[in-house]
Structure formats: structure tokens, C-alpha cells
């Protein structure tokens, strides 16, 4: 099991950036495919973006794609999902996700580690 704590949430205005971190100092983070999911109050867990071990291939959701960028780096263990043009309909808390078994994962049930989650809250 890998440990992963995010950081980087916070209160924005729409149409703001946010860089969020997911970091494992302790775990070779290398050996897992990774993802950011998000869950508003009241909604499941939605998938964001995900990325395979290498960083070279990537996921996004409809939602966010061409706003959000996903990037990893191994050698920091430490995977980011910078976040631009930020909406309203953004916020949520946000989840960074770990898993060994599919090179690109998007479903909840295929992740195995979970962090705690960071806040992201949009204001108009």
C-alpha cells in the first residue's frame, strides 16, 4: 500500500488557477498509475484526470478537459493536476488515487490507495 497526502486546495474566483499535489516521499511511486477523482456534496466520486507510470499517456474528463493538466514526477514521487479557468461548478474535494494493476485507470473500483483529499472551493 502506498500512503498519499494532497495539498494545494483552497478558496478561488472563477476563472482563477490552482495547483494541486499529491505526494508519497516514501513509496516508489513509479510503480503505480495514478488519478485524481473529485466528489461534491451529495455526488460520488467522479474521475478528473489519470496518468500512467511513465506520465506519457493521459486521461480527462469531458468536464475538464483543456482546463486541467495532469503531470507526475517520479523522481519527486509526487504527482500535480494544475487546475485553470477554475468554475463554480469545480468545487469539490479532491482525491488523489493509486493503483498497480491497469496502465490507465478511470473507475473508482480500480484504485486501491486513496488520500485524505484537499478542498477546492470556486466563488463567483
Known amino acids: 500500500q502506498v500512503l498519499l497526502e494532497e495539498s494545494g486546495g483552497g478558496l478561488v474566483q472563477a476563472g482563477g488557477s490552482l495547483r494541486l499535489s499529491c505526494a508519497a516521499p516514501?513509496?516508489?511511486?513509479?510503480?503505480?498509475?495514478l488519478g485524481w477523482f473529485r466528489q461534491a456534496p451529495g455526488k460520488g466520486r467522479e474521475i478528473v484526470a489519470a496518468?500512467?507510470?511513465?506520465?506519457?499517456?493521459?486521461h480527462y474528463a469531458s468536464s475538464v478537459k483543456g482546463r486541467f493538466t495532469i503531470s507526475r514526477d517520479n523522481y519527486e514521487n509526487t504527482m500535480y493536476l494544475q487546475m485553470s479557468f477554475l468554475q463554480p461548478e469545480d468545487t469539490a474535494r479532491y482525491y488523489c488515487?493509486?493503483?498497480?494493476?491497469?496502465?490507465?485507470?478511470?473507475?473508482?473500483?480500480?484504485?486501491?490507495?486513496w488520500g485524505q483529499g484537499t478542498q477546492v472551493t470556486v466563488s463567483s
Open positions: 516514501h513509496h516508489t511511486l513509479s510503480n503505480y498509475g
Open positions: 496518468i500512467n507510470k511513465s506520465g506519457g499517456m493521459t
Open positions: 488515487a493509486a493503483q498497480l494493476r491497469y496502465p490507465l485507470a478511470t473507475m473508482e473500483k480500480s484504485y486501491d490507495n
